[in-house]
């Protein structure tokens, strides 16, 4: 069974500080995504990264993949309020039936 | 009207009642998908339509029945539903090739 797990589930932090999320996952996967929700809205792409050692950035928000240890990263450098949402990690594969499966989220709070 | 738009955004049902929730999207996309958001649990897969076929059906009860008449339109059928399966239905639209997902802003659902 697949599993994504991510951490932490909740994160408080300063604005200007930098910090990592994690986002793991059980078995081989095709591609990981990122997604963004902000309170009350949708999801919102934000990275797709389809090989090892993908890197990808916009802004202060920067992913990277490594398929032999099954661990994306989103760092976040420099916080600001604005980056207050709730960020998602995903990954899918087909291979006979078709699983998109998303991580827990991460609820990111970023204190002025 | 862009992007992916769902109506209604809010539904309130008994339930006995049947009601249908829609989903369309301007995109030229070729997959929709349906989701479900709980609180407190990982967003869900219930149904992928690729190319108007239903290739995935996360083993989702029968009282929600999908219907994919075209690409660009998705609806899910809803009756006789339990109060456990309020939530917020997230359809989504990508193109098979990228699959990077793109959300319409949800149903808020709750069943009485």
């Known amino acids: 069974e697949l599993k994504v797990e991510q951490n932490p589930l909740f994160l408080s932090m300063q604005e200007g500080k930098n910090y990592t999320i994690y986002c793991n996952y059980s078995?081989?996967?095709?591609?990981l995504y990122w997604y963004r929700q902000d309170p009350g809205k949708s999801l919102e792409s934000l990275f797709v990264?389809?090989?090892?050692?993908a890197v990808k950035q916009e802004g202060r928000l920067m992913a990277s993949l490594d398929t032999k240890a099954r661990l994306s990263t989103l760092h976040i450098t420099a916080a600001v309020h604005d980056l207050s949402a709730t960020y998602f990690c995903?990954?899918?594969?087909?291979?006979?039936?078709?699983?998109?499966?998303f991580g827990t989220g991460t609820r990111l709070k970023v204190l002025a | 009207e862009t992007g992916v738009t769902q109506t209604p955004r809010h539904l309130v049902m008994g339930m006995t009642n049947k009601k249908s929730l829609k989903c369309e999207q301007h995109?030229?996309?070729?997959?929709m998908y349906w989701y479900k958001q709980s609180a407190k649990k990982p967003l869900e897969l219930m149904f992928v339509?690729?190319?108007?076929?239903?290739?995935e059906n996360n083993s989702v009860p029968s009282r929600f029945s999908p219907e994919c008449p075209n690409s660009s339109h998705l609806f899910l059928h809803l009756h006789t539903l339990q109060p456990e399966d309020s939530a917020l239905y997230l359809c989504?639209?990508?193109?098979?090739?990228?699959?990077?997902?793109?959300f319409g802003p949800g149903t808020r659902l709750t069943v009485l």
């Open positions: 989504a639209s990508s193109q098979e090739e990228d699959r990077r997902q793109f």
């Open positions: 078995t081989t996967s095709d591609r």
């Open positions: 995109l030229g996309h070729n997959a």
């Open positions: 339509y690729s190319l108007e076929e239903r290739v």
């Open positions: 990264l389809l090989s090892n050692g």
């Open positions: 995903a990954v899918d594969w087909v291979s006979g039936t078709y699983k998109y499966i």
